[in-house]
């Protein structure tokens, strides 16, 4: 089993950045594919971003395509999510999640474990 723990939510005025950083627990880290989710109030859990085993390849979801990168490091067994530009509609909680399964993955579904997720909020 894996255990994520998010960090690094808050307030930030539109236009500005945050960092988000997921801790995993568990020396097989390296072993899955990891990806960032949010959900805003009233609307369903979205794909946000996606990072390969190896770093070798990353997907977003076209809303935040060119403003956020997500990265990983093995060693320390974190993922990050650097978020630039941020708008109003990027208000949600961000959930970190792992996936044994390869491909480009944009479903719930298609992970096996979550964090508790953390707030970010954007004001306008």
């Known amino acids: 089993q894996v255990q994520l723990v998010e960090s690094g939510g808050g307030l930030v005025q539109a236009g500005g950045s945050l960092r988000l950083s997921c801790a995993a627990s568990?020396?097989?880290?390296?072993?899955?594919?990891m990806g960032w989710f949010r959900q805003s109030p009233g609307k369903e859990r979205e794909f946000v971003a996606l990072v390969s085993r190896s770093s070798g390849s990353t997907a977003y979801a076209d809303s935040v395509k060119g403003r956020f990168t997500i990265s990983r490091d093995n060693a320390k067994n974190t993922v990050d999510l650097q978020m630039n530009s941020l708008k109003s509609e990027d208000t949600a909680v961000y959930y970190c999640a792992v996936t044994s399964y390869y491909g480009t993955l944009r479903y719930q579904y298609q992970y096996d474990y979550w964090g508790q997720g953390t707030q970010v909020t954007v004001s306008s």
């Open positions: 568990g020396r097989t880290f390296s072993t899955y594919g």
